[in-house]
Each structure stands twice: as C-alpha cells, then as structure tokens.
C-alpha cells in the first residue's frame, strides 16, 4: 500500500497563475483532508471532505477550492496564486465512525512558492 | 486565547535525558488527545493516542492526560538523536470530529 500520495512534490507559480494539488489515498478512508503548514502557524485546516461528492470549509478556505469526485482523490486548486500562498501542503485521510481511532495519515506534502 | 497552545521551541536536550513536551487547550469538552512526530521535510504521523484523562505508555514514550488542569504531557525516556523531530500536540471532541492541532514543538537531541 503507498498510502497517501501527493503530486506534485515542489511548485514554483507566478503570482495569478492557477494550478492543482492532487491527493490519493488506497486505504478506503471516508474523509480526506488539505492543511496548510508555515513557520508559527501550525498546521491549518483549509477544506475537507467526510465522502465522496462532498466538501465543507475549515478554518482558512479563501482562495481555494476541492473536489472529491472520487473516493480516493481529494483535489485542492488555486484559481489566482497569491504570494501568501506560499507554503507546505499535506492531505491527510482517516476512516470515518467511532469504531475507528481518530488517526489522520498525512502525505509527504507539497512545497509550493508563489513569486 | 487559542484553543491549544504549545511552546515552539526549539527544546535541545543531550541524549540520554529525560523530555517533557506540553500543550494546554480552553475547550474542556476535548476528550481524544494525540501526540504526532513529524520529522524534517516529511508529514506528521501519530505517535500516542488517548482517552480522558489518566497516562499511557508505549516503550520509551508516555503521554498524560490532566483535563481537570486542561493540560497534556508528552515524556520521552532516554531520548536519542533519531527522537530529533517536531512534536505537534492534537485533540478532539470525538473519534468522529475534526482535529486540532497545537503548533507543534522543535525537539532536538544532541548527541
């Protein structure tokens, strides 16, 4: 099992250019995650999904968008990069339900710079 | 206040010695409290798990619990370099809810 993948690894944009993260997970988990990591600040929730076909907003949302068209993919797009946006993206996934532990799996992240 | 707080360090400690890592958090309603280690340039991956309050222990690790103080421990027994790692605290209301996540601890170990 690869777990939970992330393309790309690195990203250099120009600030107004758009692109799309891409998160996959082979582990049949319900819910999917996108974090934002920078120095100081933690790690923040940006969106998340608890299945396929939906989305919710968490703590810092503006300036992105997902889908999870498909249970197993979680994709994260900036529509007009912005030199904020410069930071390390994870995903994460867990099973739903309280039968489960409440553990996340995180991917390797992406390192994504906005000139 | 935020909801969970958490010195960033960093923390250098020789090997051998004993860590103490903290969080303290406001919501007296957390009930899931986590340790995840993420090392250098890699993604977070969770060290300890537990439930209310009380202690756990897994080989070198502990983690403790005091929701009456609203304060959680992480201790780390004869700490070794390869323990040089970022440790973010983490917490929940359930199994079922999302996490929250203190900003994690520099942690290095000094050979």
């Known amino acids: 099992n690869a777990g939970v993948t992330q393309t790309p690894k690195f990203r250099v944009l120009k600030t107004g250019q758009s692109m799309t993260l891409l998160c996959a997970q082979d582990?049949?988990?319900?819910?999917m995650y996108w974090y934002r990591q920078d120095p100081g600040m933690g790690l923040r929730l940006i969106h998340y999904s608890v299945g396929e076909g939906t989305t919710a907003k968490g703590e810092v949302p503006d300036g992105y968008n997902v889908s999870r068209l498909k249970k197993q993919n979680f994709l994260l797009g900036l529509e007009s990069a912005a030199p904020s946006q410069t930071s390390v993206y994870f995903c994460?996934?867990?099973?739903?339900?309280?039968?489960?532990?409440?553990?996340?799996?995180f991917g390797p992240g992406t390192r994504l710079t906005v000139l | 206040q935020k909801e969970v707080e958490q010195d960033p360090g960093p923390l250098s400690v020789p090997e051998g010695a004993i860590v103490s890592l903290n969080c303290t958090y406001s919501n007296s309603a957390f009930q899931y409290f986590m340790w995840y280690r993420q090392y250098s340039r890699k993604g977070p991956e969770l060290l300890m798990y537990?439930?209310?309050?009380g202690n756990k222990e897994d080989g070198r690790f502990t983690a403790q619990v005091d929701k009456s103080s609203k304060y959680i421990s992480l201790f780390i027994r004869d700490s070794q370099p390869s323990d040089s790692a970022t440790y973010l605290c983490a917490m929940s209301l359930n199994r079922d809810d999302k996490i929250i996540f203190g900003k994690g601890t520099r942690l290095h170990i000094l050979p």
């Open positions: 537990t439930y209310s309050s």
């Open positions: 582990m049949n988990h319900e819910y």
């Open positions: 994460a996934s867990s099973f739903r339900g309280t039968l489960f532990k409440n553990e996340q799996f």
